[in-house]
């Protein structure tokens, strides 16, 4: 079996964003908020069902899977695999948002139903070593916990550092198959029980693609790789630039206290020609 990578967007959205299979996202949302007993979810209609690009390396239609269970509760799930600026604001605004969409203005508010967004992250968030985090709102010093209705769960990737053999709980299980999919050539006797992790690796498996899904596929792989090769060259090109400057200062600072031409070149590692030409340009400013 050939499991693709989970933190793939088209692997992601084929797993969590099939209509026609919602055992994954069932078991999964059941798994990261550790849901049980009639708190389970049984059902769910996705929002934005997966839509497979119309053609090799089109945009993907969604950017995240947002759901609703039998009884109305709204989950978005994102993986971010980028820390980026503002994430802490962004998440807090889309479930927010997802949740006052419920109603218009006039209905009452009973109408409207928990929201919860679960976030996989391949990044650390926050301090310790639980991987696993849930965010609720609580009073400051009782912890009572009356404001229920919006919650946060985020599994970070980088702080998952279980072995097979010490899986324990759903969310153990769940977080090993998303962090190590491509490591596997069989599906594990650990998702055997659980029909949705088990579909999972199934749906995981790239020798049941089609081929457009597996060129989609290698095409996100591919524009992951030239944005890094491009964020890398943005960054030795900043540090070149930054040891340039410095070397500019240090230049006229032995200029303005005395030093030649070629004692300046020998220090500095340049031409006398260059050492002229910025003390010259910096006497034009």
């Known amino acids: ?5 989970i933190k793939n967007d088209i692997a992601f959205r084929k797993i969590f964003g099939n209509e026609q299979k919602t055992a994954p996202l069932i078991s999964f949302l059941n798994a990261a908020l550790q849901l049980e007993g009639d708190e389970r979810v049984v059902r769910v209609a996705l929002a934005n069902p997966y839509q497979f690009p119309r053609i090799a390396g089109e945009k993907a239609t969604i950017l995240d899977v947002r759901a609703t269970d039998q009884s109305g509760r709204k989950f978005v799930v994102e993986m971010q695999v980028a820390n980026k600026k503002g994430f802490d604001k962004r998440v807090q605004y889309y479930i927010a948002r997802d949740y006052s969409m419920q109603i218009d203005s006039g209905d009452d508010y009973p109408m409207l139903n928990p929201a919860y967004f679960i976030g996989i992250l391949d990044f650390p968030f926050g301090e310790g070593d639980k991987y696993n985090t849930h965010h609720l709102v609580l009073e400051k010093e009782t912890y009572e916990h009356l404001l229920k209705d919006i919650q946060f769960a985020f599994i970070q ?29 069989i599906i594990p006797d650990f998702a ?20 457009e899904e597996r060129i989609a596929y290698d095409n996100v792989l591919i524009k992951e790789t030239d944005e890094k090769q491009e964020k890398l060259k943005a960054d030795e090109k900043a540090h070149e630039e930054g040891v340039e400057e410095g070397k500019v200062a240090m230049i006229l600072g032995m200029h303005e206290e005395g030093f030649s031409v070629p004692q300046i070149a020998k220090v500095s590692k340049k031409t006398e020609e260059e050492v002229f030409k910025i003390i010259e340009k910096s006497k034009n400013r």
């Open 1 to 5: 079996m050939d499991f693709a990578d």
């Open 157 to 185: 990737l980088p702080k998952f550092n279980l072995d097979i053999n010490e899986l324990v709980t759903p969310i153990d299980r769940w977080t090993y198959f998303i962090k190590h999919s491509t490591e596997l050539r």
């Open 192 to 211: 055997q029980t659980d029909e949705g992790l088990n579909t999972a690796f199934i749906e995981a498996d790239r020798h049941n693609w089609t081929k």
